[in-house]
């Protein structure tokens, strides 16, 4: 039994990483083989938050003043009722070697955490029972290898010879060693859902119809419901079947239709299945805007599924439940609307992920050169030496060179972001003597400027800026809790759109950026570009996006802030390029329109 000493209920965190003789312990050997024997992989709190038990080889530990409080009422919204959130009995087996000595450990992050306080007194006690095994044999451990990520020709097949569409609207894909059928679910109001199916009479509510029509290189497949009509096209493209989803609101309401295709391995042993690129066996979902892709790895071949449209990208959920498949909860169509899913499946015939993976790189055509070496600290080439500057870009190969946040040390406020940035004429100033510098020193090395499009730090915000509020649910600028109270000042959250007041001020920023009476910078560093805190907005619909019940009602709609602003920050790029200006970004692109603007980007992480 396990906790972190707390004197209430508090929810729980990712504090204990186990190895058993060096090797991690996960919660899964594999998918179908998992360890955690006395509860489910994830569980859900009285709030209705759904979490899991580890990731990795980090398991969660529950804080709590005992080994009561968690399972009862008085935990709130932060009781565990369902199962023990204590103990945990886990399989070892196939980790041990029987007749020799073996080691297990426990790195307790709570030191990393700042967690120590919670485990006063760390004497770890682990029972062993002499049980049978429940766990068949874990994975062999794989092997990285450049050449196979990056350089390694992808092993395609022809997917007209192993795929096909059935009567009912689903398919069918025959690899060796691995058979998958693909099921899609569209839900309907006040029920459960209408299908598309790969095998037998497709099921649903009372009106739900199927037809389907099947040619040589594509199949057209109508369903038809009471509120809505799903009509399906299936193109057989070379190495992958092409899918789009047609869904039209036949009513004059809003609706709901939460909707999911599932692949479904039919008799074949599955060795390993990627969420999002994640092949931990023991979680069970997740979003990953972008890489919305889940894969099933075979004996011997493979098959990928991948969402492709901005709205199915933003609003996937990754998951695997007898099979893996990508679903939205949240998908809403209004009256007499209409929109189009669009997804693609990749059969591949070795059961390599980075097959699947690279074939995709090359139909989305995200492979391209990035422009040399970038390096931040422009900001402080405006105190340099004209030599020392100059060795220090040359030593370093910097080929662009950008500031970083628009700080203000010892000042107030202590922090510029977004349209605020405006305001900081000093830092301007010395934004421009630093890129004037360079210029005269590396006139080949190009110097960029940050700007952030989400976060405004001005305490006039919702003055200054009412129409382009990111809100909570009560119509209440949303504030970053932590940033404020870590800053000291307010950090609003703000969302362009082409009709708004903040997409305006940033169109001005970049003026200031890169206009030669002004900073007269080379480009812009855009920070987190696809990065916010809250993933809704309340002060406007995006015309997709809404909370449904437990029939599929529509409960509350509301805007996702990528989706929103999508259409202004195409704008801003091209108007960013349209001034001459080079664009460097952080974040991946999570949508389809933006990948499609291919600008190089980096991915900011965190290290343990």
Known sequence: DVRMDFPRAAGSTYVMAWEVNGRPLQAAATRTSVRLLNKPLTFTMASGLEIGWAQGNTWRAVYSPDFELVQGDQAGGMQVEQVDPYRFVIDITDLITRGEENTISLLHRGEVMDLKKAFPDMNPTVELSDGPPAVSGGLEEEQFSADRVMLQPPASVDVGEVASVADGGGITVSLPGLDVQIDSRFSWEGGGFNELSAEGRPSGQEQWSVRT??????????????????????RFVDDHLAVEDHLANTTDRDIGLAFANHVRPIGSEV??????????????SLTGYENPTVFVQGTEAGCGVVALDDVYRMQATMYWQDGTGIRSDVFALPAGGEYTVEWAVYPTSRPDYFDFINLLRGDMGVNFTIPGQFEFGLRSAAAMDADDLRAQLQERGVSIFSTGTWSNPGGDPPYYHGAQSLEATELQRTFAEASDRVHEVAPDVKTLIYIHTFINLDENTPELYPDSLVTNEDGT?????????RIGIPFYYCYMTLDNSYFDAMKRLVDVCLDDDEIGADGIYWDEVEMISPKRTYDRWDGHSAQLDDEHRIERKFGNPHLLSLDAKVALVDYIRGKGGMLIGNSCPPTRTMQYLRFPRFAETAAE
């Open 477 to 485: 600028p949303y504030i970053n809790p932590g940033y404020t109270d």
């Open 271 to 284: 060795q390993q299945a990627y969420l999002g690129g994640n092949p931990d066996p023991a979680v069970m």
């Open 213 to 234: 029509d099947i040619a040589d290189d594509a199949a057209r497949v109508v369903g038809v419901a009471r509120d809505y009509r799903v009509e399906r096209i299936v």
